[in-house]
């Protein structure tokens, strides 16, 4: 846009995403503070009018998208250390707002820790830099790595994978001062002392998801208890889902017993896994138990930590998920869902055959991504807005529920700072804004994107 910001701006004529649903309304913004403002100071109490008026002829507005899970975008790989490192990141937060991302969350994969000493101080969240010349806003990292399970490494090169048994270990593997740029942990929970680790995770402000696992479903409870709230890519690299065993995924479907309930009989004896050395409730059971079994115990009864259902991470690309998946898990918890693209740097790229890090090579293939050596797909190389139009049409979920997926439930996963900024269209929250437009084939389409209340597609 040319000329100085509009002060004051109305959106009017509108679908506005709100508690879930698209309803008629007007927003106002102020490009000063770079938040939204309440309509009663802005027109009735202080008779301001406003200096620019967005007739959005029922176009939907909602917040600027949230992805949790990107490894890079514009040819850029926010893994791999670099001397341009910045200059180059600069560049390709200006490339990804384009889409209708005006937050994200840059993964860093399992790798050495020179490397994570090299990139992680430049991956830091953006804090009271406000800047909308900055582009899209990072939010802090996502280390997925490299303490994951070995046989369900996916992409992760396992040379680099490593166990934890000792905050030291953390430490000496990200650097002790590099933790303050870290915003959430992606770990298997079962490898090491893991287990006993996550609370020293929760205490820092990190988030500990849950991923890259082979943690039968009472580790992973165990984990929740423990303090973790996130399940990175939901069915991608972890232990399948069994109708006797589900693994990883019962988090989702379990709740809190009213009463004792009796543990059923094993079904088969690998099922029964007891919890890793260093677990916090390790200690106060002297036999395992089913992967399907609640305890009777008093102390596992009364702790209501144990029952939480945690944030899952869909890869709704269309690729790495089947429709059917994406409904079953979207249905057992809606309110956990949370849409990410763990789009590659190769995203934008044209088709073809790609040099990555010296290990291996991808093949890029339309929106499909596949390592050369063993045709293991490598993450996607799609959108935000392609996510959300697939899930939309998959579950049946609705544009507004879809919508939330990106916007107000990952904000609530990032924590209580991201949740009163970020995610919602309401009175004082930043004024990171989509406008979208449904096409004659129903998909959406990003028509205007605004950060901080000044427009920059």
């Not at 437009?437 to 605004?450: A, F, I, K, T, Y």
Request: proline share 6%.
């Amino acid at each position: 846009m040319s000329g100085p910001n509009p002060r004051l701006i109305k959106f009017t004529n509108g679908k506005l995403l709100k508690d879930g649903q698209l309803v008629p309304g007007d927003l106002w913004v102020s490009s000063e503070t770079g938040r939204i403002m309440s309509p009663q100071t802005a027109f009735y109490s202080s008779r301001q009018t406003a200096d620019k008026v967005i007739d959005l002829q029922g176009k939907i507005l909602a917040p600027g998208f949230i992805d949790v899970q990107i490894n890079g975008y514009h040819n850029f790989d926010f893994s791999t250390p670099d001397p341009d490192f910045a200059i180059d990141f600069a560049n390709t937060r200006h490339q990804m707002i384009k889409s209708g991302l005006t937050s994200f969350v840059p993964t860093v994969i399992s790798t050495t820790p020179d490397a994570y000493r090299a990139v992680l101080p430049h991956l830091g969240p953006a804090g009271r830099d406000r800047d909308t010349d900055q582009g899209c806003e990072c939010l802090g990292a996502h280390i997925e790595g490299p303490f994951l399970s070995p046989v369900r490494n996916g992409i992760h090169n396992q040379e680099v994978l490593r166990e934890a048994h000792s905050w030291s270990d953390i430490e000496n593997c990200y650097g002790s001062s590099n933790l303050q740029y870290v915003r959430y942990i992606t770990a298997a929970p079962e490898r090491g002392d893991m287990m006993s680790l996550i609370p020293d995770f929760v205490s820092r402000g990190i988030v500990f998801s849950i991923g890259h696992s082979n943690a039968t479903f009472e580790q992973a409870q165990d984990a929740v208890a423990a303090g973790a709230t996130m399940l990175t890519h939901l069915f991608n690299a972890m232990t399948p889902f069994g109708h006797r065993d589900p693994g990883i995924f019962g988090l989702l479907g379990q709740s809190r017993p009213s009463s004792p309930v009796t543990t059923p009989r094993q079904s088969r004896p690998g099922s029964a896994s007891p919890s890793p050395h260093g677990s916090p409730r390790s200690s106060t059971r002297s036999t395992p138990r089913s992967s399907l079994s609640i305890s009777t115990s008093i102390s596992d009864l009364e702790d209501q930590a144990r029952y939480r259902q945690p944030y899952f991470g869909l890869i709704a690309d269309g690729i790495h998920l089947s429709a059917q998946a994406l409904k079953i898990a979207y249905s057992a918890y809606p309110e956990g869902a949370i849409l990410v693209t763990d789009a590659q740097k190769f995203a934008g790229c044209s088709d073809g055959a790609y040099e990555w890090r010296g290990e291996d090579r991808f093949i890029k293939e339309g929106q499909v991504l596949k390592l050369e050596s063993n045709g293991r797909i490598a993450g996607s190389v799609v959108d935000l807005i392609d996510c959300v139009n697939n899930f939309r049409r998959f579950t049946g979920a609705g544009t507004a529920k879809a919508l939330e997926c990106v916007t107000s439930t990952p904000a609530k996963m990032l924590g209580k700072d991201v949740e009163r900024s970020k995610g919602k269209l309401e009175t004082g929250m930043d004024a990171d804004l989509v406008v979208l437009e449904e096409g004659s084939d129903g998909d959406l389409s990003v028509h205007q994107v605004w950060k901080f209340g000044i427009q920059v597609v």
